[in-house]
């Protein structure tokens, strides 16, 4: 079965600090993994979307990286904010069926003063 | 930055009543969908749309569940008579290009209240 699984399940940090989110999947095959950030009550916000062939996407303080042997993926946000905090969610799109997006159920990220 | 509405923002009905939510997607967009969110679990797939029919399900979208494009901007989702499981964020999304390389765009969400 096609799942995406997500960890930790919450976290928080202090501000200034860097962290790293993990995101496993049995998705195969697929096309892209996305990471979203979604603020309580959002809509989620795309962060990065990589191809099964990319390793490495970075948008400002977010990169993220993509294993596709391991069929793992991480998030790491450098130099929080206050802002960063929210939910951040790995989706993956099967090759087959694209157009249904698998979502994970999110790593709740508290960023502290 | 253009942006996907959904309007209403929070819906409260009866079970068994029908609820129409709307969804105006970005404007050269051609991919629409609709998603939803039971509180504290993940987003799930409900129905994509493209050409005026769908072109995906899920589970989830059974005979309950319609979805229209009755003019050029609005794309409804219509659920015929709710159970009280059918309370859920529901998130219209919409990309301009087949989603396996086209980013989506969701909106605000509907949140959807059945007593």
């Known amino acids: 079965k096609n799942q995406v699984e997500q960890s930790p399940q919450s976290l928080i940090i202090l501000e200034g600090k860097n962290c790293t989110l993990q995101?496993?999947?049995?998705?195969?095959?697929?096309?892209?993994l996305r990471w979203y950030k979604q603020d309580t009550g959002r809509g989620p916000v795309s962060l990065t979307i990589m191809t099964f062939s990319e390793n490495t996407k970075s948008n400002g303080r977010y990169t993220a990286t993509l294993d596709a042997d391991t069929k793992q993926s991480s998030l790491h946000i450098t130099a929080s904010q206050l802002s960063d905090s929210a939910s951040y969610i790995c989706?993956?799109?099967?090759?087959?069926?694209?157009?249904?997006?698998?979502f994970g159920a999110g790593t709740r990220l508290a960023v502290h003063p | 930055e253009p942006e996907v509405t959904q309007t209403p923002s929070h819906q409260v009905t009866q079970m068994g009543q029908e609820v129409i939510l709307r969804c105006v997607p970005i404007?050269?967009?051609?991919?629409f969908y609709w998603y939803r969110q039971i509180l504290g679990q993940k987003v799930e797939f409900l129905v994509s749309f493209y050409n005026n029919e769908i072109s995906e399900k899920s589970e989830i979208f059974d005979d309950q569940f319609s979805v229209e494009r009755p003019d050029g901007s609005n794309f409804t989702l219509k659920i015929r008579s709710t159970k009280l499981e059918d309370s859920a964020m529901y998130f219209c999304?919409?990309?301009?290009?087949?989603?396996?390389?086209?980013?989506?765009?969701f909106g605000e969400g509907s949140r959807l209240t059945v007593l």
């Open positions: 999304a919409s990309s301009d290009g087949l989603s396996n390389t086209g980013e989506l765009f």
């Open positions: 989706v993956v799109t099967p090759l087959r069926g694209y157009n249904k997006l698998i």
């Open positions: 404007s050269n967009h051609l991919y």
């Open positions: 995101c496993n999947y049995t998705v195969s095959p697929f096309s892209n």
